[in-house]
């Protein structure tokens, strides 16, 4: 893993665009404060909340989630122009789930409406009913993943829905990525900045 342990650290970590760095160090972060929240996520989250058994708590809804993740693999690709932050979470108030089923039906999502790409239809009725199922019946809280650690099963892919509003004091900011590196802010400071704030 990139960095140490939950059970050390207290924190789970999120991706932001540099665009947002100056409001999320003002107000925090709430799961409907970027633009991408309307534009690319949120009919997605209504998508696979229709399939949400009934076992699953009323109060776990994608459409009003901050997404993070448990960890990150040593070779996890970012994406450029991006920051990684790290927070501290109410751990009563998040749940946990594999985020690589639910990353496998995306772009079926998002293409099964484009001419030429209908026929992700019948993958999202098919296979990626299997594929939600799957995503909720390995879905669990955060305390009870704590005790299980099924973010640890390999394949498991941990993202946390986190359901409540992160302050700006409980967020640390980790690190910058452009396309080419990946540099802790100090050291994007000393090699972009004069050290003044």
């Excluded at 640390?172 to 972009?192: G, P």
Aim: net charge negative; glycine share 4%; charged share 30%.
């Amino acid at each position: 893993m990139l960095f140490p342990d939950y059970s050390q650290t207290g924190l789970v970590y999120h991706v932001i665009s540099l665009n947002d760095l100056a409001k999320v160090k003002t107000h925090g972060i709430s799961y409907d404060d970027k633009a991408t929240y309307q534009e690319k996520y949120k009919d997605y989250h209504v998508f696979v909340n229709r399939y949400r058994p009934k076992k699953i708590p009323d109060w776990v809804d994608r459409t009003r989630a901050v997404f993070a993740s448990m960890n990150f693999r040593e070779d996890h690709a970012f994406h450029s122009h991006s920051m990684l932050l790290a927070f501290s979470i109410d751990p009563s108030r998040c749940w946990v789930a594999n985020e690589n089923r639910a990353n496998q039906l995306y772009e079926p999502f998002i293409l099964h409406s484009v001419e030429g790409f209908y026929d992700a239809r019948d993958y999202l009725e098919g296979p990626g009913r299997d594929l939600i199922k799957e995503y909720w019946d390995t879905s669990l809280s955060f305390t009870d993943n704590l005790s299980i650690r099924r973010d640890r099963t390999k394949g498991y892919d941990a993202e946390v829905l986190v359901f409540h509003d992160i302050k700006p004091e409980d967020i640390q900011y980790i690190a910058i990525v452009s396309d080419h590196r990946i540099m802790t802010v100090d050291t994007w400071r000393k090699t972009f900045c004069s050290g003044k704030e």
